[in-house]
């Protein structure tokens, strides 16, 4: 299955006021230099808390299903499922995962215009109706393996033509043969799907097309008996505010035109980046240093200098790992060095940044001005939860990164204020333990500012269920045996647990 590489045991930093993500990055950094030295990420389970309050407060009209392709981790799936969004699955690996949350079927759309039969009948026998289609061929094989699905027509957009160089979806008369056929074939069609790309440089007209086309369909449907009410505007929120407030701006007065509220049309959205892009942190180390010297100057914030030195540095990751969406023509921002506050004299190298494969097409950032580094020296990307991370787990044979959780005790005390943790899937972070569930443990560690602190971490046999404690480690540890952690936060973190 894909997805984030975490065993089913979340281990769950729970953060104290003054304790920041950038302490969680620099304690792993430290543990990590004592050993391996390998890449590792970090989640802030808030982050993605918080970008959920943002799109109800942006976007309170689209009612967000999640992409599970843009970032498959079980944790992220499990919290998203507790916040109540729909998801957007394109294999029967993603379908099960979100299914095994709990997600209602009804809540889960197939989509991918290519789908494996396997994964269609996967979605029939789990009652999942939502399909997507945007060809013959796709119809008459939806048609043989799911006679109860509800289709969604994908149309057509130049935007994602352009950006893919791929025709997805279909065009408005082939929409109208698609209804046809799936009227003979007994299928109902209940809706019209589209994506517009981040990239498009003129969202007003590209959604405005878009949705006077859907409406059309919506027209073409309703000419052939079909009753369609789901409307599907894709992706391509990139994670700004400003960015998914263009979107909103440009979309609102179209589907009060097109779609109005008393048309009875549930209107979606699939926000990927949107959600999981701030949520994780990655952190590479260089393990490989040239010396070029070439015609660019080093520049002294921003001067030209004399001297003619660039660096190529290579890192313990790459374009086959986590910078996957760098090969799908995304650019990858320079890091920040760890620990590392640049002085004004400080001077700047022109550097490029390559992972280990030593292939040509694994150049990660291709200039960028840097302090010369050293090997051994970490390098922080933030901004990496989205179209990288689920590849991890692609290559069985290849050692598993490290994914650390982290949550802001603030952000926490709003999940439950919010019923996220009482009424929702996040109850099983807690329970999975009492329940001695095989899928795993989840620990709640809190991690002190307080030098004095020497409390013991504990963790839980899994066969046996036993606290254990485990010697020399600087954290505090509640078992989910403490159920006083769900009433109430500031009573536990009031506990004496010497
Ligand atoms: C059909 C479709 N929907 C949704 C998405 C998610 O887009 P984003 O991560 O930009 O929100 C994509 C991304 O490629 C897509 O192709």
Not at 40 to 67: I, K, T
Not at 376 to 400: H, R, Y
Not at 448 to 466: A, I, M, N
Request: proline fraction near 6%; charged fraction near 15%; glycine fraction near 8%.
């Amino acid at each position: 299955m894909k997805g984030l590489c975490e065993e089913p045991c979340y281990v769950i930093e729970l953060l104290e006021d003054g304790v920041t993500i950038d302490d969680v990055i620099d304690g792993y950094i430290s543990e990590h230099a004592l050993v391996e030295r390998s890449a590792f990420v970090v989640g802030d389970l808030g982050a993605l808390m918080r970008q959920h309050v943002r799109w109800q407060v942006l976007a309170p009209n689209l009612q967000p299903y999640y992409p599970v392709k843009c970032n498959s981790s079980p944790a992220i799936i499990e919290l998203l499922a507790s916040l109540g969004l729909g998801f957007v699955c394109t294999n029967k690996a993603e379908l099960s995962l979100v299914l095994e949350q709990g997600v209602p079927p009804e809540n889960v759309i197939l989509s991918g215009v290519c789908k494996q039969l396997a994964h269609i009948k996967y979605a029939a026998k789990n009652n999942v109706c939502h399909l997507v289609c945007d060809n013959q061929a796709e119809l008459c094989k939806i048609a043989r393996a799911h006679s109860k699905a509800k289709l969604l027509l994908q149309l057509t957009t130049e935007a994602h033509a352009a950006e893919t160089s791929v025709a997805f979806g279909c065009s408005l008369k082939s929409c109208r043969y698609l209804l046809e056929l799936a009227r003979e074939l007994g299928l109902d069609v209940v809706g019209v799907t589209f994506h517009i790309p981040p990239s498009c440089p003129d969202l007003q007209q590209a959604y405005h097309h878009a949705l006077s086309d859907a409406r059309c369909v919506f027209d073409m449907g309703a000419e052939l008996g079909f009753s369609m009410n789901i409307l599907d505007i894709g992706g391509g929120i990139t994670g700004s505010d400003f960015q998914l407030q263009q979107v909103e701006c440009a979309v609102s007065p179209l589907l009060d035109a097109y779609f109005p509220p008393l048309s009875g049309v549930q209107v979606l959205a699939q926000p990927g980046t949107f959600y999981v892009a701030s949520v994780f942190s990655l952190a590479v180390n260089v393990i490989g240093k040239k010396v070029l010297n070439q015609q660019w100057g080093s520049l002294a914030q921003g001067e030209l200098s004399a001297t003619d030195t660039e660096f190529q540095y290579y890192i313990n990751e790459g374009v086959y790992g986590s910078f996957r969406r760098k090969l799908l023509g995304n650019t990858i921002p320079a890091p920040s060095v760890h620990k590392h506050a640049l002085c004004t004299e400080e001077l700047v190298y022109p550097s490029s940044l390559w992972g280990p494969s030593l292939d040509q097409l694994d150049e990660v950032v291709e200039h960028c001005l840097l302090p010369e580094l050293s090997l051994g020296d970490w390098l922080l990307f933030p901004n990496m939860g989205a179209n990288g991370l689920e590849e991890l787990t692609c290559l069985p044979s290849e050692p598993q990164m490290p994914v650390y959780y982290a949550i802001y005790t603030a952000d926490w005390c709003g999940m439950q204020e919010a019923g996220v943790a009482l009424d929702g899937t996040m109850k099983s972070f807690s329970l999975i333990n009492h329940r001695r569930r095989q899928s795993g443990i989840t620990f709640i560690f809190v991690r002190s500012t307080d030098p004095s602190c020497d409390h013991h971490v504990t963790s839980t046999d899994p066969s046996s269920g036993l606290l254990k404690p485990v010697p020399t480690h600087p954290l505090v540890y509640c078992s989910q045996y403490q159920p006083i952690l769900w009433d109430s936060i500031e009573d536990w973190l009031s506990l004496d647990w010497a």
